[in-house]
């Protein structure tokens, strides 16, 4: 049943578009019931095994979940017009010495260190070509879960154009982990600092280990078969470069014993910068490959282990939103569109669990009761509250509450067009608030209103702030407010962002062009940002101006290193009322909120961006009689398609 449920989800998935390698973990977590593993998924790379069933049963008791081992002996050289390749000698050893679980689970190949596909010498290269063909091919026959492929230089094009065509090879799903050093061998500290200190006040062009990845895998296509083993190094490069890696598909973190200091103790550990980014890597479920000998024998190669184990058992508690979030990270969801569609109870409940944003509304609704009548009159005077769009009533339970507080005498209608939603607040009218409120079964732009209110307030803020069309309801719903009347919300500003998200980019797949001109609500993990948000588009209520929800704007970001940029993501913040806010925006977001995630509106093609290249968006919210919905484009450093024009992907129906 498990495999079968199991089979259901991939194929789903993948007929969406937006299913990846990846999701398996958290798809067979979810399943068993597990929320998260309790201790890492961790590695080590061995160089030489006489007996690999030995070596298995050493490393499982040492604490490590798979071994990394040659395909072949590294010092196997095969000449395939040689005498070696006349030998009657068997490649390597026989698929029989483990069983067929442990070769597609515990064993992740590694080819051999003298391939040289990009040697100026044809007869190197094309006897590395005939080499690696016959190792990937008895890795595919193992079913080996990964192949680990090293790049020594940013001369790869040749390895790269061979690996695309093993993993367009619809027979095999084997992966290909990429291992690039993280900082090159021959860029020293000493090196860096002198580079620093020449262009303090300029933007560097130095070709960094990045771009011998971005090369390898832009020729790959972006396959999602193809992913990035990174080799630690001792002098970790600047926040900026490690920001970059993180935003690249890390599947796995090689790190070299050599790293490790010894503590007063004896035992091995790392240094602090190399603690944070491990556990920086950790949240995105990299797992950690020990290489290298040992150096601390009297302790074993079990210590590294569990030092690198106790680093996962200790690391900072899931914050609620990433408790929240657990499961969705970097997963593509379509928004919500609540006035097309009627909501459903599971909906509702997910989003009144939220410990933030109804205490924030409660707030503004307080301050608001309190400033609109005085102490003297709060006896004789009944405010009118309208709560439109009330869903199941966590705004109208928020208003009784501030009321209470403000000891302030509220009227308030419940106003809601989902008919569902409504059966709920009529029990909860006959259950707990009496006459105190009246429920209303009515689309807000239609209903009218026996009386006016003195304050109106409404909880339809999507992800980029107005895209479940806020302004158009509230533009609506203003009729019945009073002259003077307050609106909670009273103004929110949507926020763009340039974003690097190749695996959010390869999620799309090769599907429609629709796919690449439809925003999608996602939990921003493996990404880089790449500049500052800034301000898209502002709506005030109430509008009494009435001039129009159609907007366009025009934003320049400084971008300060090298990088690939698939998209935009968009972030909103908002006043309630006085001065309670809230936020999505990453410098500013409000602590423990989860109601919204980001979103990402991809391109359809990823454009390179040079450090010091002033990078420009534009941005249009078009709005007709049936439908709103946005474009979008880059106009410098290169002019890209204009996104979505018309609405023909995708559109907000009014």
Same mark, same amino acid.
């Given at each position: 049943?498990?495999? =079968? ?10 007929? @969406? ?8 973990? !958290? ?19 061995? =160089? ?10 050493? @490393? ?30 068997? &490649? ?9 679980? !442990? ?61 695309? $065509? ?34 303090? !006040? ?65 035992? *091995? ?8 980014? &491990? ?44 408790? =929240? ?29 939220? *410990?933030? %944003? ?18 003297? $009159? ?69 209903? %009218? ?9 409404? $909880? ?7 895209? $479940? ?33 190749? %695996?959010?980019?390869?999620? &799309? ?25 800034? *301000?898209?588009?502002?709506? %005030? ?55 919204? =995630? ?26 007709? @009689? ?27 129906? &009014?």
């Amino acid at each position: 049943q498990f495999l =079968f449920a199991l089979s259901s989800v991939v194929k789903l998935h993948r007929e @969406s578009h937006t299913f990846s390698i990846f999701d398996l973990q !958290d798809v067979c977590i979810a399943m068993s019931g597990r929320s998260t593993r309790s201790s890492v998924s961790a590695g080590r790379e061995l =160089f030489s095994l006489p007996d690999i069933a030995v070596a298995v049963h050493d @490393s499982l008791n040492a604490g490590y979940d798979f071994i990394v081992s040659p395909i072949v002996h590294p010092r196997f050289y095969r000449n395939w017009r040689g005498p070696s390749a006349l030998r009657s000698d068997p &490649l390597t050893r026989s698929d029989m010495l483990l069983s067929s679980s !442990d070769w597609n689970s515990i064993i992740v190949g590694k080819t051999s260190p003298w391939l040289r596909l990009d040697s100026a010498d044809s007869t190197i290269r094309t006897n590395s070509e005939h080499a690696l063909q016959d190792e990937l091919r008895y890795a595919s026959h193992l079913s080996h879960p990964a192949v680990v492929v090293s790049v020594r230089d940013g001369e790869c094009h040749n390895l790269a154009r061979f690996i695309s $065509e093993f993993v367009q090879d619809p027979h095999s799903s084997v992966q290909v982990w990429v291992r690039i050093p993280m900082v090159a061998q021959s860029h020293s500290s000493e090196t860096r600092e002198s580079e620093t200190q020449n262009h303090d !006040d300029s933007h560097s062009t130095r070709p960094t280990t990045w771009h011998w990845w971005n090369t390898f895998r832009t020729l790959c296509d972006n396959s999602k078969r193809v992913g990035l083993a990174l080799e630690v190094s001792a002098d970790l490069p600047d926040e900026a470069e490690l920001a970059q890696w993180c935003g690249e598909p890390v599947r796995a973190a090689f790190l070299p014993t050599t790293l490790f200091l010894t503590n007063k103790k004896g035992f *091995p550990v790392l240094s602090k910068c190399h603690q944070m980014f &491990l556990q920086r890597l950790y949240k995105m479920d990299v797992q950690p490959v020990l290489c290298g000998s040992c150096h601390h024998p009297e302790k074993g190669m079990q210590t590294y282990h569990q030092y690198i184990n106790h680093l996962h058992q200790t690391m900072t508690p899931p914050d609620a939103i990433e408790t =929240f979030a657990k499961g969705y990270e970097d997963f593509l969801q379509n928004p919500l569109q609540p006035l097309m569609d009627n909501l459903e109870s599971h909906t509702y409940e997910v989003f009144e669990k939220d *410990p933030v %944003k109804y205490t924030q509304y409660q707030k503004a609704l307080y301050h608001a009761l309190v400033e609109r009548v005085s102490d003297d $009159e709060r006896d004789i005077i009944m405010i009118v509250v309208m709560v439109v769009g009330a869903g199941r009533g966590p705004l109208v339970r928020a208003a009784m509450a501030a009321a209470e507080r403000a000891r302030r005498l509220v009227k308030v209608y419940a106003i809601e067009k989902n008919p569902n939603a409504v059966i709920t607040l009529q029990n909860m009218v006959l259950d707990e608030w009496g006459d105190r409120v009246s429920v209303v079964s009515c689309d807000m732009r239609e209903w %009218k209103a026996p009386e006016k209110a003195d304050i109106l307030v409404s $909880e339809l803020l999507g992800s980029f702030a107005d895209n $479940e069309l806020s302004p158009e309801c509230l533009d609506g719903a203003q009729l019945f407010l009073k002259d003077d009347g307050i609106s909670i919300p009273c103004q929110y500003t949507s926020y763009v962002a340039p974003l690097s998200a190749p %695996k959010l980019h390869a999620e &799309l797949g090769k599907g429609n062009d629709s796919d690449y001109e439809t925003p999608y609500v996602v939990m921003l993990r493996n990404v880089c940002v790449l500049s500052t948000p800034q *301000p898209c588009f502002t709506f %005030k209520h109430p509008n009494w101006g009435d001039k129009g929800n159609n907007r366009y704007g025009s934003f320049s970001f400084v971008v300060t290193q090298d990088s690939l940029m698939h998209g935009v993501a968009g972030y909103f913040d908002t006043t309630l009322y006085g001065s309670v806010t809230l936020s999505t925006v990453p410098t500013t977001h409000s602590p423990g909120m989860f109601s919204w =995630f980001p979103i990402y509106f991809p391109f359809k093609t990823p454009v390179y961006i040079r450090a010091g290249n002033v990078v420009t968006i534009r941005f249009w919210r078009r709005c007709s @009689s049936k439908k709103v919905w946005y474009e979008w484009c880059m106009s410098e450093p290169v002019p890209g398609p204009l996104h979505n024009s018309k609405g023909r992907s995708y559109s907000i129906g &009014l």
